[in-house]
């Protein structure tokens, strides 16, 4: 997306613009309750001491749900489950065509997966939580006897903006006590990355986040960052960042002021025609990686101990430039994944017409 809003000045670094006149603190609605009233389910988060993070695209709400002491009462693990996609429509009441598994998280404390789910189509969908634990039993997380605490986003997209709205969250991250959220908002500077420290109290305007895109040769502020990760980059934290098209860009946390603008560093462009779907970042001898999968790229495993120094791409490219990646030939088909433990990832992978969830060992 392309949007012609080009901020004037060097792209070599973080630039912050601080908007005057207009207050950054805004009112917003924190409830408090059990059985969350979610009009719809995307992205997944965990905290600590088993706190699942939920988006609500459509009402533009985050919802933290204490999923307590009966979350750990199955078996540990993970066990793969072949055509976990028709398991979940089964227990819903409909069939695989109906149903849409629109994110997977694992909770630390047991390696249990869950899955958010649509159930329908449209405007008529209905959300649904789900976990499959280490027998490969898959069951729906009753929610009804469950907290919450929950905060509504105060400038997102218009309800009826359509795809605008369903991006009012495009991807979650905790880390050290505050939720990052990525997504839209109804500024002109509309993507955003907001901070909310959590227990949640108050919600801000956000960060108004622009990048350069090498692939379109301009500036862009409309398109959303589609997945993205915490980093510690030389002793900082970073968000590292991935865009249709595909940008892959850090932000410096310090940077996320409410109300600012700020201008993310693009690192590698990693090719057009695709979206990133999800990222992890683990170790392995000695080594640190970050493993994007993407919408018809495939899985890229990307090592991140260049990403302080690497070379910003600041002019038009053709193909691909920046970091490195290796393409994993092993990893067909993923639609979702999470880290399960220091050795193995967690994946949606298609085969065929059908998605298994399985264990995978990190490459």
Same mark, same amino acid.
């Given at each position: 997306m392309r949007t012609g809003l080009a901020l004037k000045g060097s792209v070599l670094a973080t630039v912050v613009f601080l908007t005057a006149a207009v207050p950054n603190k805004i009112n917003t609605t924190v409830m408090t309750g059990v059985d969350a009233p979610l009009k719809s389910i995307s992205t997944l988060a965990f905290g600590p001491n088993g706190v699942l993070y939920t988006a609500d695209p &459509?009402?533009?709400?985050?919802?933290?749900?204490?999923?307590?002491?009966?979350?750990?009462?199955?078996?540990?693990?993970?066990?793969?489950?072949?055509?976990?996609?028709?398991?979940?429509?089964?227990?819903?009441?409909?069939?695989?065509?109906?149903?849409?598994?629109?994110?997977l998280a694992v909770d630390a404390r047991t390696r249990n997966s869950y899955m958010s789910v649509m159930r329908g189509k449209g405007m008529d969908a209905k959300p649904a939580l789900m976990r499959v634990d280490g027998d490969g039993q898959v069951s729906i997380v009753d929610m009804e006897t469950l907290k919450y605490t929950a905060i509504s986003l105060p400038n997102a997209p218009d309800a009826n903006g359509g795809q605008a709205r369903s991006q009012s969250v495009t991807d979650m991250a905790y880390q050290d006590g505050t939720l990052y959220v990525a997504g839209l908002?109804?500024?002109?500077?509309?993507?955003?990355?907001?901070?909310l420290p959590y227990p949640f109290k108050e919600a801000d305007r956000g960060t108004s986040v622009e990048i350069y895109h090498g692939s379109h040769g301009g500036f862009e502020t409309r398109s959303p960052v589609f997945s993205f990760v915490p980093l510690t980059i030389d002793n900082q934290p970073y968000l590292i960042g991935g865009y249709l098209c595909t940008p892959l860009v850090k932000f410096p946390v310090a940077s996320l002021a409410p109300g600012a603008k700020v201008q993310g560093t693009t690192i590698a462009e990693l090719?057009?025609?695709?979206?990133?779907?999800?990222?992890?970042?683990?170790?392995?001898?000695?080594? &640190?990686?970050?493993?994007?999968?993407?919408?018809?790229?495939?899985?890229?495993?990307?090592?991140?101990?260049?990403?302080?120094?690497?070379?910003?791409?600041?002019?038009?490219?053709?193909?691909?430039?920046?970091?490195?990646?290796?393409?994993?030939?092993?990893?067909?088909?993923?639609?979702?994944?999470?880290?399960?433990?220091?050795?193995?990832?967690?994946?949606?992978?298609?085969?065929?017409?059908?998605?298994?969830?399985?264990?995978?060992?990190?490459?």
């Open positions: &459509q009402a533009a709400t985050i919802y933290a749900i204490e999923l307590g002491a009966a979350a750990t009462k199955g078996t540990a693990g993970t066990k793969d489950v072949v055509g976990v996609d028709a398991q979940v429509a089964s227990l819903l009441g409909t069939d695989a065509s109906q149903i849409t598994i629109t994110d908002s109804n500024e002109e500077f509309s993507s955003k990355l907001r901070a090719g057009a025609g695709n979206r990133p779907i999800d990222m992890i970042t683990y170790k392995k001898d000695g080594k &640190q990686f970050l493993l994007m999968a993407n919408t018809s790229r495939g899985v890229m495993k990307i090592p991140t101990a260049s990403f302080g120094s690497d070379a910003p791409i600041t002019a038009p490219v053709n193909g691909t430039q920046g970091v490195a990646y290796e393409t994993i030939a092993s990893m067909q088909g993923i639609v979702q994944m999470d880290l399960l433990d220091a050795t193995h990832s967690v994946v949606l992978a298609k085969a065929g017409t059908a998605l298994n969830l399985q264990a995978v060992i990190l490459p």
